[in-house]
């Protein structure tokens, strides 16, 4: 087992000998998500005040709304929520590359192979070169989007990974 | 301005209050990713152990592997991640509905033009039925892409929301 593994282990028996919160209901009891990017400084209970039980959290490199609209519409049309939030940050590493530099390390790191089953599979690493304007260009898109309804209230947002503040941008 | 951003502002300013961790690095300190669901009974760093700065933490609809394999690429190719931590969960949402239920209430609650327009995109929104079977095929998926070298290490989990519990499968 690796330590990682070990560290999950304890951090199990440690948070379920005191848990307390096994009647909570499968649908966020405060009818809202938030989006925002895997990155390891972020937490999200935390930075932006979520109870256990009332969010959904949907996490991906950048806080990309594309890549996670499955999980959004699944969020709203067959759990009920009603709000996004949406919540990149400074320091992203999704600002650092393009997708040359990804698809080139890919064949670099991993081979021809690998290099084919990225093109294969079309795969668009969704990288951005300016932190607000791609807050509002996601925020756009889900107001585009037909599969996120009007009545739906969207928020963009800047996470601070320097001064752990978090402030609205849209 | 709603209530939830309401709740993110102040949050923000009593977690930035305290913040001490502004000099972390863009890298997980412990090189591992945990891929799990957006659902909102899940804590990840609470329930997993992940101090702030470790991991990176991905979450979609039903922890699924397909959907998280771009961030899981970035991840391991551009931030240096070695090891996946995969947990989904009892009482998932996933384990509720097919496809065609979902097809059928964009259709319903949005109309015709979302529901083109999910049609255009293809969208599989990859339920599953058998919730210890979807952990081991999820790490087969990942064990077969060629994106993810053999070096990475691969482990599979429940949390149990019920118990706060998380438990190894695979």
Not at 8 to 22: M, V
Not at 42 to 47: H, R
Request: with cysteine; proline share 3%; aromatic share 6%.
């Amino acid at each position: 087992m690796s330590a990682i593994q070990k560290n999950i282990e304890t951090a199990s028996e440690n948070y379920s000998a005191s848990f307390t919160k096994g009647h909570l209901a499968l649908p966020p009891a405060k009818k809202y998500l938030v989006l925002t990017c895997m990155d390891a400084r972020i937490d999200p209970a935390q930075a932006f005040g979520i109870e256990l039980g009332d969010a959904h959290v949907i996490r991906n490199a950048g806080a990309s709304a594309r890549d996670g609209l499955r999980s959004i519409v699944i969020s709203e049309q067959l759990l009920g929520t009603q709000e996004i939030v949406l919540v990149k940050h400074t320091g992203c590493g999704m600002l650092t590359f393009t997708n040359d530099d990804a698809y080139g390390l890919v064949e670099k790191n991993l081979g021809s192979d690998a290099a084919a089953e990225l093109k294969s599979r079309n795969l668009d690493f969704l990288p951005f070169s300016d932190l607000e304007r791609a807050v509002n260009e996601d925020v756009e898109y889900l107001r585009d989007t037909k599969l996120v309804p009007d009545s739906v209230t969207i928020s963009g947002w800047i996470y601070e990974v320097e001064t752990g503040r978090t402030r609205r941008v849209v």
